[in-house]
């Protein structure tokens, strides 16, 4: 039972499906599932790992330089993106060639930054956004959105590209009013 | 010749932004709901697109692919800031009114990935009407939207009130944004195919002719 | 595929006598009124149909008229004084949108009738949610006055109600024009489920699940008045059949379905208890498509998997057979020269 009213919760604030964050990431990803839920996996440790950095961020840079806070977000993301390349090659081993399209691919996007921005904007708001844990917290559970989201598309991925489809609409068209209709129905949960 | 311009031309109409390559979809579905937010959004995303792709195609080419994205997204943020500087001086409001994807428009698709793919392979003298005819295919499509949305979801055009009897407000939701958004895709998508065949035929007849 | 055309089309028949019960006794309470409701949404749904096939390069055949049960699930499910242009355009957003973009009866993803009804109730909330009482007749052209919130909405805030059991049966209380009449709703599900034109395994599984946890999780004083008003209220019972139970959408396995249907009902009376949300179980519907699409590719892959097996036990039993027989000629051929040896 928790489970489920945890579910809602994770439904409901849901960046992807409410703010329309990383949408286009999830398109691309969307070219076959492998590579859907490949994405949705790295998409997670940059966000839940830049959450924790740009908390760092966030407490350091004075108030007079908040316009440079894209700036430091895009660091923040530079050096995790070459963490990730340099462990994905080193593990990885001869799958790395493999595996760094995933990393290309959720490095720079409105599904990460958007996650710092939307956390940022939510710690001037809401006292309980104001330690490190409740940050880490948010990116993990935005990452975790951007699951979801995933599976949901993955779900009615065969039936949006089926030939059935009108052609016009095959594909990321039909994708678009399917996520706009699930997106209405959490709209209509709230 | 005629190659040549179609490929000029693809931003706007053969391959459109939005509407082809769904990117930068989230400021359309989130903000491209009334035609202020609009045309906020369209002069920030012109001015960052079009300086920091410009000023990125300066950036040595063999470098790593990984080390050139990290310096694009340095230099749109870079960028940013005196766009934020200039929208705060001339659109006050504007920066509250958008929210978060006024950031967000620094590390568009446009500039981190279609710079690699597309634009840094052509000529520079191709590539900056290229990039003018993508950022305009953006614009269009964000006008266009925001205007049916705005028309149709609070009955006004630009804030002045127009005689609408029945509203649906939930186009102006995030979520009236998608499904919008995706109605219009596949409407482009037919027409583009229409216009194809067409010059196809055209072009079929001509070679007949000759 | 025949026989499927004429189970699908016996299918929509049995399920518009049904719809048209309910429009009859909706008549009986709001008046000529919510018949002609009925009527603007199955024309509008008609015309968007003809009009969206065209597009799709395809003709408007019988079968397609599926499209008016649809519209009157939709019409059943508004007050009967609703605006006509709303109704008007939930139907074509149902059709379009939530159908035809999708391609149409050959490849449902939502049922149209509870996206529209989610379009509308996003959209025009204190329109869709708001009610005259029963046996007060508005005009086909008259505003109407004296609106009320459902009986749903005052249960899900005070977990009482102020009916009798016969009332409840027979749906003389305020709501939707057509999902109140309980005993119908009741009649209704037994012949749908006798001549399996629903779900049965999505039907029993919503069902269970909403007397599981209004026993569970009770929502009125006591656990039978908590089962009875939770089946009666927020059209669990008119859903239950007609969009959990949709064969287009519901898994199409008994197993699968049920878990389906009692998912989607245990996760709307949550949202009835903690938010008191009204008619929980159309947006939970709705929000559980991925999980129905989800069972469906999953049954594929046992229909595939199945197949699989039932093709190599063949070959199997092939070469058995074969065996079998050269086991056989070799005898023969053995038999064969024992003879000529004896003789």
Not at chain 2, 187 to 206: D, Q
Not at chain 3, 93 to 107: H, L
């Amino acid at each position: 039972m928790f489970l489920i009213t945890d579910l809602i919760a994770l439904l409901a604030a849901n960046l992807i499906l409410t703010q329309a964050l990383g949408t286009s990431t999830l398109f691309i990803a969307a070219g076959s599932r492998k590579h859907l839920l490949g994405t949705a996996l790295v998409i997670t440790i940059f966000t839940t790992v830049g959450s924790g950095l740009a908390y760092i961020v966030h407490h350091l840079l004075p108030e007079q330089y908040a316009d440079f806070t894209l700036l430091c977000y895009t660091l923040i993301i530079g050096v995790i993106y070459v963490l990730l390349l340099a462990a994905c090659y080193y593990i990885g081993g001869e799958r790395f060639e493999k595996y760094r399209r995933y990393i290309h691919i959720s490095a720079y996007n409105c599904a990460v930054m958007g996650t710092l921005f939307t956390i940022t904007e939510k710690s001037h708001m809401y006292i309980n956004y104001g330690t490190l844990i409740s940050w880490v917290e948010f990116g993990l559970r935005a990452g975790a959105g951007f699951v979801i989201a995933a599976f949901i598309l993955t779900a009615a991925y065969r039936k949006l590209n089926s030939a059935k489809v009108p052609s016009s609409f095959r594909g990321f068209p039909a994708m678009l009013v399917y996520l706009g209709i699930i997106s209405m129905a959490i709209y209509a949960l709230k | 010749m005629n190659n040549r311009r179609s490929t000029v031309f693809d931003g706007l109409l053969g391959d459109n932004t939005v509407l082809s390559a769904l990117m930068v979809i989230s400021p359309v579905i989130m903000c491209g709901d009334t035609l202020r937010n609009a045309e906020a959004l369209i002069l920030a995303f012109s001015a960052i697109t079009f300086a920091s792709v410009v000023i990125c195609s300066l950036v040595p080419k063999k470098l790593p692919y990984a080390v050139k994205i990290i310096l694009y997204a340095i230099i749109s943020s870079l960028v940013y800031v005196p766009v934020k500087f200039l929208a705060q001086e001339f659109y006050p409001g504007i920066i509250t009114r958008i929210g978060i994807y006024f950031p967000l428009l620094a590390v568009n698709s446009l500039i981190v990935v279609q710079t690699e793919t597309k634009f840094f392979r052509m000529k520079k003298m191709r590539m900056i009407p290229s990039l003018i005819f993508y950022i305009l295919g953006f614009d269009i499509v964000m006008l266009l939207t925001a205007v049916i949305r705005e028309l149709l979801a609070y009955g006004t055009i630009n804030s002045r009130v127009a005689d609408l009897d029945t509203l649906i407000s939930g186009l102006g939701m995030p979520f009236g944004g998608f499904i919008f958004l995706g109605l219009m895709c596949g409407a482009y998508r037919r027409l583009r195919a229409v216009f194809m065949r067409r010059s196809e035929e055209r072009r079929g007849s001509n070679v007949s002719d000759n | 595929m025949t026989s499927k055309l004429r189970t699908e089309r016996f299918v929509w028949l049995d399920i518009m006598l049904t719809l048209l019960t309910l429009e009859l006794m909706a008549y009986f309470y709001y008046g000529a009124r919510a018949v002609f409701l009925g009527c603007v949404c199955v024309s509008v749904s008609v015309a968007a149909e003809i009009v969206s096939l065209r597009f799709m390069g395809k003709n408007f055949t019988a079968d397609d008229l599926t499209c008016t049960s649809d519209a009157l699930i939709l019409s059943l499910m508004l007050p009967a004084v609703v605006d006509y242009r709303i109704a008007g355009i939930g139907c074509l957003f149902g059709v379009i949108a939530a159908k035809n973009i999708f391609g149409g009866r050959a490849n449902m993803i939502f049922s149209p009738a509870a996206a529209a009804y989610l379009f509308m109730i996003t959209s025009w909330k204190n329109q869709v949610l708001q009610f005259t009482e029963p046996h007060v007749h508005t005009g086909i052209t008259e505003r109407a006055s004296g609106l009320v919130s459902s009986a749903s909405h005052n249960f899900n805030l005070t977990g009482k109600l102020n009916f009798t059991d016969f009332e409840l049966l027979m749906g003389n209380f305020p709501g939707a024009a057509g999902a109140v009449s309980l005993l119908l709703l009741i009649v209704a599900a037994l012949i749908l489920l006798f001549r399996r034109d629903i779900s049965a395994g999505a039907f029993i599984g919503s069902i269970a699940g909403t007397v599981f946890m209004a026993k569970l999780v009770p929502a009125a004083a006591d656990t039978s008045q908590s089962v009875k008003y939770t089946l009666a209220m927020n059209m669990v019972l008119f859903a239950s059949i007609y969009i959990v139970s949709d064969r287009r959408i519901a898994p199409k396995r008994d197993y699968f379905a049920f878990f389906y249907g009692l998912f989607i009902a245990v996760t709307a009376y949550l949202l009835v208890v903690t938010d008191a949300k009204e008619n929980a179980i159309v947006l939970v519907s709705v929000l559980f498509t991925p999980v129905s699409l989800g069972l469906k590719n999953l049954e594929k892959r046992i229909d595939l998997a199945i197949a699989e097996q039932e093709k190599q036990a063949e070959e199997a039993e092939v070469t058995e057979e074969q065996q079998d027989e050269a086991l056989a000629q070799a005898q023969l051929i053995l038999s064969g020269e024992e003879a000529q040896d004896d003789e």
